[in-house]
């Protein structure tokens, strides 16, 4: 019912940076709160930032470095992230909280994107 496409990964100096994109498209109704989450290698995923009615919430790890963004009429949320650092090296995932046509709300993720700080 609900598709989300991240686009943006890649491979990255230190210092460097990346823009990640995630799309949603499906039978969506509304979109609530819209953020990024990252896994790293033997971690657990954590959040990197969300955002929802304009208010902004950013981990304390990338505070200053990475900004979050939102395109309500592409369903679109983007993570500007700046001075990057091999600790930021993680596997990126999308969550977007919905309601579909059918009436139901949940959260549903993307596929993930990866993302490699390495000189």
């Known amino acids: 019912q609900v598709q989300l496409v991240e686009s943006g990964g890649g491979l990255v100096q230190p210092g460097g940076s990346l823009r990640l994109s995630c799309a949603a498209s499906?039978?969506?109704?509304?979109?609530?709160?819209m953020g990024w989450y990252r896994q790293a290698p033997g971690k657990q995923r954590e959040l990197v930032a969300t955002?929802?009615?304009?208010?902004?919430n950013v981990a304390d790890s990338v505070k200053g470095r990475f900004t979050i963004s939102r395109d309500n009429a592409k369903n679109t949320v983007y993570l500007q992230m700046n001075s990057l650092k091999p600790e930021d090296t993680a596997v990126y995932y999308c969550?977007?909280?919905?309601?579909?046509?059918?009436?139901?709300?949940?959260?549903?993720w993307g596929q993930g994107t990866q993302v490699t700080v390495s000189s």
């Open positions: 955002v929802i009615n304009g208010i902004t």
């Open positions: 499906g039978s969506i109704v509304s979109i609530y709160t």
């Open positions: 969550k977007a909280d919905v309601k579909v046509v059918a009436g139901s709300r949940f959260g549903s």
